[in-house]
């Protein structure tokens, strides 16, 4: 931190360092103002020290990922937005045709339901459907006279169908960032992940659609699931559950590496959990409920070779032991 | 040096009466037990070390405004996170930071949002374009409809609010 003795320095000589901070910072600097400058520097003691503290703030950005960080304190911030312009923006969105952004934090914000990291969430919607939400999921609701259509933004649902109470008979679809799901049954999963989407079906069958014009549509069966992007339709693999473990509130590892089962584990958390590349490979089998992580961290660090570091609350390390 | 005396009685019955009140408050807007339970906590530790505690007259509404508080920043905090982590996923492996220097980073850039926070949305724009993206000062005024005499200021002005915050 900064040197307790420089706090006293007088605001006039602050306010000068910080106007030679903003001349030196245009990129047009004239060699007489640069002379200015150092003039200035060598007139008095107070003069570099008020200088130190503006390359100690400069410092602090040059070693910042600009990029990352950029894009980190241009995040959409509550404190400065009215809840009016938020829905405003929203608003857009919405008739854009749920043009989906990297930036979905503000959609997930104002999304119709949602939960929040580690809870899972029964709705049922007005056509007596049941959606559940898995941790960190929002989604909104679009029902039209000829749709039953739900918005995934982030997180993964389960569906259960029900007919549609309105017998209008409506089909019944989920749109993610890569493409549409239409229910060909009753119950299935949609997961929106980083640049795809994963469905699995649990009894009857789904039709998956990409976004992109002409990409191959395909038919799920109950048992089967895949991922896709916008374009193409990955491989099918088979699922031997009636429903998604998560439903339940169970994580559910088949011998899984550790740092996948971390990766999995870090959905229901806040902070960030890593696993030394040493112990990666480490199988875990069981079922693990999903109600206390900390109890389920103790339980490896018990079982396996592994101990647990939190020097940081929202930073858990997992190191061999 | 005067050492602050607190009633204790009076925290033991503003707990008392409030505490899980609060909690429920909390766990409508947080829909997490586990941080409801945190925020909660550090509303109480903030009434108990604020120095109007003996002049409270609605309890609830007071500590409901810090709890307000409490949560924004904590939004604020995952925001930046999340906005972090997510752009940094997507850099070449050979350019990625270590969860070690994440974290540091991401400590930095917590302390620099506070530090720019209360700086009107322009001055702070221009001040993060120029530190991170690098642009000039007439690239800058074109983005936010400005001249570069007026960048000029803005940058200035920012720099004077970070060399005399409090750190």
């Given at each position: 931190?900064?040197?307790?003795?420089?706090?006293?320095?007088?605001?006039?000589?602050?306010a000068?360092?910080?106007?030679?901070?903003?001349i030196?910072?245009?990129?047009?600097?004239?060699?007489?103002?640069?002379?200015?400058?150092k003039?200035?520097?060598?007139?008095?003691?107070?003069?570099?020290?008020?200088?130190?503290?503006?390359?100690?703030?400069?410092?602090?950005?040059?070693?910042?990922?600009?990029?990352?960080?950029?894009?980190?304190?241009?995040?959409?911030?509550?404190?400065?937005r009215?809840?009016?312009?938020?829905?405003?923006?929203?608003?857009?969105?919405?008739?854009?045709?749920?043009?989906?952004s990297?930036?979905?934090?503000?959609?997930?914000?104002?999304?119709?339901?949602?939960?929040?990291?580690?809870?899972?969430?029964?709705?049922?919607l007005?056509?007596?459907?049941?959606?559940?939400?898995?941790?960190n999921?929002?989604?909104?609701?679009?029902?039209?006279?000829?749709?039953?259509?739900?918005?995934?933004?982030?997180g993964?649902?389960?569906?259960?169908?029900?007919?549609?109470?309105?017998?209008?008979?409506?089909?019944?679809?989920?749109d993610?960032?890569e493409?549409?799901?239409?229910?060909?049954?009753t119950?299935?999963?949609?997961?929106?992940?980083?640049?795809?989407?994963?469905?699995?079906?649990?009894?009857?069958?789904?039709?998956?659609?990409?976004?992109?014009?002409?990409?191959?549509?395909?038919?799920?069966?109950?048992?089967q699931?895949?991922?896709?992007?916008?374009?193409?339709?990955?491989?099918?693999?088979?699922?031997?559950?009636?429903?998604?473990?998560w439903?339940?509130?169970?994580?559910?590892?088949?011998?899984?590496?550790?740092?996948?089962?971390?990766?999995?584990?870090?959905?229901y958390?806040?902070?960030?959990?890593?696993?030394?590349?040493?112990?990666?490979?480490?199988?875990?089998?069981?079922?693990?409920?999903?109600?206390?992580?900390?109890?389920?961290?103790?339980?490896?660090?018990?079982?396996?070779?592994?101990?647990?570091d939190?020097?940081?609350?929202?930073?858990?390390?997992?190191?061999?032991? | 040096?005067?050492?602050?005396?607190?009633?204790?009685?009076?925290?033991?019955?503003?707990?008392?009466?409030?505490?899980?009140?609060?909690?429920?408050?909390?766990?409508q807007?947080?829909?997490?037990?586990?941080?409801?339970?945190?925020?909660?906590?550090?509303?109480?530790?903030?009434?108990?070390?604020?120095?109007?505690?003996?002049?409270?007259?609605e309890?609830?509404?007071?500590?409901?405004?810090?709890?307000?508080?409490?949560?924004?920043?904590?939004?604020?905090r995952?925001?930046?996170?999340?906005?972090?982590?997510?752009?940094?996923?997507?850099?070449?492996?050979?350019?990625?930071?270590?969860?070690?220097?994440?974290?540091?980073?991401?400590?930095?850039?917590?302390?620099?949002?506070?530090?720019?926070?209360?700086?009107?949305?322009?001055?702070?724009?221009?001040?993060?374009?120029?530190?991170?993206?690098?642009?000039?000062?007439?690239?800058?005024?074109?983005?936010?409809?400005?001249?570069?005499?007026?960048?000029?200021?803005?940058?200035s002005?920012?720099?004077?609010?970070?060399?005399?915050?409090?750190?």
């Amino acid at each position: 931190m900064i040197n307790q003795d420089h706090n006293h320095l007088p605001p006039s000589v602050l306010a000068q360092a910080a106007n030679w901070f903003a001349i030196l910072g245009s990129g047009q600097v004239s060699q007489a103002q640069t002379m200015q400058w150092k003039q200035w520097l060598e007139e008095h003691p107070d003069h570099r020290a008020a200088w130190l503290k503006v390359e100690y703030f400069t410092g602090k950005f040059q070693q910042l990922p600009a990029h990352a960080a950029s894009a980190a304190l241009n995040a959409p911030d509550m404190r400065r937005r009215s809840m009016v312009k938020v829905l405003a923006i929203f608003g857009m969105i919405g008739l854009s045709g749920w043009k989906l952004s990297k930036e979905s934090y503000i959609q997930e914000w104002a999304a119709d339901y949602q939960t929040a990291l580690g809870e899972t969430k029964t709705i049922l919607l007005a056509d007596g459907s049941k959606v559940i939400l898995d941790t960190n999921t929002a989604f909104n609701v679009a029902f039209t006279s000829d749709l039953r259509r739900l918005q995934l933004i982030s997180g993964e649902i389960y569906i259960e169908t029900s007919p549609d109470n309105t017998n209008l008979h409506r089909p019944f679809v989920v749109d993610s960032q890569e493409g549409r799901t239409r229910a060909l049954g009753t119950r299935f999963s949609v997961r929106q992940l980083e640049n795809n989407s994963h469905v699995s079906v649990f009894a009857d069958a789904v039709e998956i659609e990409p976004t992109k014009q002409g990409a191959s549509k395909l038919i799920l069966h109950a048992g089967q699931s895949t991922y896709f992007t916008n374009e193409k339709i990955d491989v099918i693999h088979t699922i031997n559950s009636e429903r998604p473990a998560w439903t339940q509130g169970v994580l559910l590892a088949d011998n899984l590496p550790l740092s996948e089962f971390l990766l999995q584990l870090n959905r229901y958390r806040y902070g960030y959990i890593t696993c030394d590349p040493k112990i990666a490979n480490l199988r875990i089998v069981g079922a693990f409920p999903l109600n206390d992580i900390d109890r389920i961290l103790a339980s490896l660090e018990n079982t396996l070779p592994i101990k647990i570091d939190q020097s940081f609350p929202f930073w858990i390390k997992v190191l061999p032991s | 040096m005067t050492t602050k005396i607190i009633d204790d009685n009076v925290i033991t019955q503003l707990y008392h009466e409030h505490h899980s009140w609060l909690l429920g408050w909390l766990n409508q807007r947080v829909q997490c037990r586990l941080l409801a339970e945190d925020h909660a906590h550090d509303t109480f530790i903030r009434v108990i070390t604020s120095k109007d505690i003996h002049d409270i007259r609605e309890p609830r509404a007071y500590l409901t405004t810090i709890a307000k508080g409490l949560l924004v920043n904590h939004w604020r905090r995952s925001a930046i996170e999340k906005a972090y982590l997510d752009k940094i996923t997507q850099y070449p492996e050979a350019l990625t930071p270590s969860p070690e220097e994440n974290a540091i980073i991401l400590s930095t850039l917590q302390e620099i949002d506070g530090l720019l926070n209360e700086l009107p949305s322009n001055v702070r724009k221009a001040f993060l374009m120029s530190q991170l993206d690098g642009l000039t000062y007439v690239e800058i005024g074109k983005r936010l409809g400005v001249s570069d005499r007026m960048v000029k200021k803005y940058m200035s002005r920012a720099m004077l609010h970070c060399l005399t915050a409090e750190l």
